[in-house]
């Protein structure tokens, strides 16, 4: 963990000093009215949700409106991946053996390749394990490679067959001879632990997605979940599966993939606003979750936005980009106060610049109002 939680609740309370209480929530949702009302949304698909982290509603416009949300879909993959392993979980990855190689460098008996669907491992980690075993002196296996868990998440109908062949044929064409044809099967309990390797912790791999909004990550955990939750159906029926027990609205709502990139995801401001209110809520969620969205004005995809406003370092919000979607999503602190908002805008034609700035503007005034202004 990268910061207490004392310090991450600090920040989110007391970022400014403590001054007047906010004007009604009629000025707020006249200011945020005369933004959004800006002619570069003419024709646009926008939905709006502003709400006190508390529950209380404040502004909505077209708040159940299901749109694209571009990399705002990486909110509801952290969010699932620290609800179910928390911010310390690692995953594992190893090699067995039923002996050590003799003195001829010969595995009497078995390989054993076990991994649990590590998020950002690829195929080039099998390759690596098989030139280090041949640098040990492996050089021949009188059974054959077994798999007894993906040690990758990439899709595929039988991820276990598929890497104990990627290890097999890595050997194979080091010059490693193999007895019998790649197989799937389990590590008997005598067998010997060759090498271990262990990732980056759940928090610092979410903090790493989110920061830099990162793809290869955010899919890599939804194949994980998947795999780990032996979830057989869709992946959109599997994410509601573990959110419509918290009362999230997801009517609209598809998950598609952990990283938005799909154009076929849908969501809505009011389902990212309540998902930030279940987040904040929940102690053991929060701390991370908190500490991996970016910070405006200073980190991530938000270091360059908002800077010299009220808004900068206050702000922690999500970005999200595809072609003629922009999203931003995510919690303003000021005053004793912590809103959560999401600003969805989808089918625009003047480009990201214009509905940044008018997001940013947006993510100003809500500083400005809590502050009294």
Known sequence: ?????AILIGLLVATTPLCASPPSPAALRERLDR???DPCLRGVDVGVCVAKVTGTALYEQHADAA???ASNMKLVTA???LRTW???YAFPTALYADARPDQRGAIVGNLYLKGLAHPVLDR???VRAAQRLYREGLRAITGTVVCAGPVTCEPHPDPELRDAKALFLALNRLGVVINRPASVGEVPPQAILLHRWQSETTGELVRDMNKRSDNTIADGFAQSLRYHHAAAGSYDAFVKDVWRPLGLPLDGCRFVDGSGL??????TPRFLVQLLQVAYADELLRPNFLDALPVAGVDGTLRLRMQGTCAAGTVRAKTGFLTGVSTLSGYIPCNGEVLCFSIMMNNH???AGPMRDIQNRACVTMVEWLEGG
Do not use: C, E, H, K
């Open 1 to 5: 963990m990268r910061a207490t939680t």
């Open 35 to 37: 933004i959004l009302a």
């Open 67 to 69: 749109l694209m949300p």
């Open 79 to 81: 969010a699932t991946v």
């Open 86 to 88: 928390g911010d310390g």
């Open 124 to 126: 080039g980690f099998i």
């Open 262 to 267: 799909s154009r076929q995801n849908r969501l």
């Open 349 to 351: 034609r003047y480009g």
